[in-house]
């Protein structure tokens, strides 16, 4: 219990000033995302504790723990980054995503080079002129194309949420590293010194960053390695020899160099588990891994929860999931049921989205092919005003009130159309409970239960809350 006054009690000739005791009332305050538009994020009379009654109750129990939160975001693709450092309102937005006025984005998902959204033509940190045929030292190593844009939006970034983390993924190798010497599909070499050339990139890249003052919190070796596409840049990276590069060249050369970036490995959808398992089972590389990366786009999003408990000392990262024109059923409820509570409840430190910020045609697209009809977090228009995606207000139920660090309280579950919850205790001991009645029929009722105490609401259909409770 904090005390809001001190106790003292202070005798004087003549006067005496009793003990005073003043205790802090504990509150709660609500923020309320609704399907329909009436509400988003918007901030509700906070509640005071009531008497219980039936119904469903979700009680928090401080004692019971899990893990810990690294962030909440989405990709800072290189469209992303040029549709951000390009609007007239660039001040306002960034504020919009990482401040504390708007919704403080604290994970960010960084491409090493071109992807399917591209401002300018896709590009890698090592190409090579026609006349070149490798470069095994890295003697070519350039992050110049993203000092354009990217870089300059990290920095501002950084200085709005200097708590802001950064975990990086290639799409694909440079082009001379491929079996088909493009950008574009194909498959990684897997001779020994192309492994160690590829070991090098990421170390250069790291060390690169870090001379522009940015830290790279964690690496994957790459995005959805078992996809190759000849529309955009992919690669096929099999599970042997991302452990071998792991195992025999980067786990080494990240020791080697004093570099602390955690690996992650897999970085692709829930159906398959073999991927990770299999390279997790080699001890060898094991030991230079922290965890595995995991994608919406197949399977089921409990299959984390089951990855956890085969693997229980490594750690869970969500790292994409993207809506779009393509996908009518992603909406608020989805986003929430899915992915920000369900994966969290499935044990992920990390919950991101795909683009963080498209234009009015879903891009730019520049040079590549992929997805023409995916959803940003938000969308920049052409006359400098934005909208604020599903996507926005699913990660703002997070990220502006569960902070980097936050542990997560254990909370009931109840059946798929009832209300679903996940709770989190930050470091200065506030705890932010999320609630969503996903029904489409009814309103729901039910009661926080925490510290002894009880908090009814109502939360309307179709509709998430973040309750702060603060002690």
Not at 209 to 226: F, H, M, S, T
Not at 352 to 358: E, F, G, Q, V
Request: a negative charge; charged letters at 15%; aromatic letters at 12%.
């Amino acid at each position: 219990m904090e005390l809001a006054g001190s106790n003292f009690g202070l005798v004087l000739p003549c006067v005496l000033v009793t003990s005073v005791m003043i205790l802090a009332e504990a509150s709660m305050d609500v923020w309320v995302t609704n399907s329909n538009g009436g509400d988003r994020l918007s901030q509700k009379a906070s509640l005071s504790p009531t008497g219980s009654s039936n119904g469903f109750h979700i009680s928090v129990n401080r004692n019971k723990r899990y893990q810990f939160i690294t962030g909440f975001g989405a990709a800072l693709t290189n469209a992303a980054a040029y549709n951000l450092y390009h609007s007239q309102r660039r001040d306002q937005i960034m504020q919009d995503l990482f401040g504390p006025s708007g919704i403080s984005i604290s994970y960010l998902r960084l491409p090493m080079g071109g992807t399917d959204f591209q401002g300018v033509q896709p590009y890698t940190y090592d190409d090579l002129q026609p006349w070149q045929h490798n470069d095994f030292h890295m003697d070519s190593f350039s992050i110049q194309k993203d000092q354009d844009f990217i870089i300059p939006i990290i920095k501002q970034a950084l200085k709005i949420n200097p708590s802001l983390r950064i975990i990086a993924t290639p799409w694909t190798a440079p082009a001379w590293m491929k079996t088909t010497n493009s950008l574009f599909g194909g498959e990684f070499h897997h001779g020994n010194n192309y492994q160690q050339a590829y070991a090098t990139y990421f170390v250069k890249f790291i060390q690169a960053y870090q001379r522009e003052g940015i830290q790279i919190d964690a690496v994957c070796l790459q995005n959805e390695p078992k996809h190759s596409d000849n529309a955009y840049p992919t690669m096929i990276l099999s599970w042997e020899a991302e452990r071998d590069i792991i195992k025999n060249y980067l786990g080494p050369a990240f020791n080697q160099n004093g570099i602390n970036t955690k690996i992650v490995i897999y970085d692709h959808n829930w159906d398959d588990t073999s991927y990770a398992g299999n390279i997790l089972s080699d001890s060898g590389a094991a030991q230079y891994i922290t965890g595995s990366a995991w994608h919406c786009y197949g399977g089921r999003h409990d299959t984390t929860g089951g990855f956890h408990n085969q693997h229980p000392n490594k750690d869970i990262y969500f790292t994409e999931c993207s809506g779009g024109d393509w996908a009518p059923g992603f909406n608020i409820v989805w986003g929430m049921r899915i992915l920000s509570i369900g994966q969290t409840r499935n044990w992920a430190k990390t919950v991101m989205y795909w683009n963080i910020a498209l234009d009015d045609n879903h891009g730019p697209k520049v040079g590549v092919g992929g997805c023409n009809n995916c959803n940003g977090v938000i969308t920049i228009h052409g006359n400098g005003d934005t909208t604020k995606n599903a996507e926005y207000y699913i990660i703002g139920h997070m990220s502006k009130f569960v902070f980097p660090e936050a542990v997560r309280l254990d909370t009931p579950e109840y059946g798929w159309d009832d209300v679903h919850s996940v709770a989190f205790q930050n470091n200065d001991g506030s705890v932010a409970i999320v609630v969503l009645n996903p029904r489409n029929d009814r309103d729901q009722d039910f009661y926080i239960d925490i510290d002894g105490q009880h908090y009814q609401y109502t939360l309307p259909r179709e509709s998430v809350a973040t309750f702060v409770y603060r002690n």
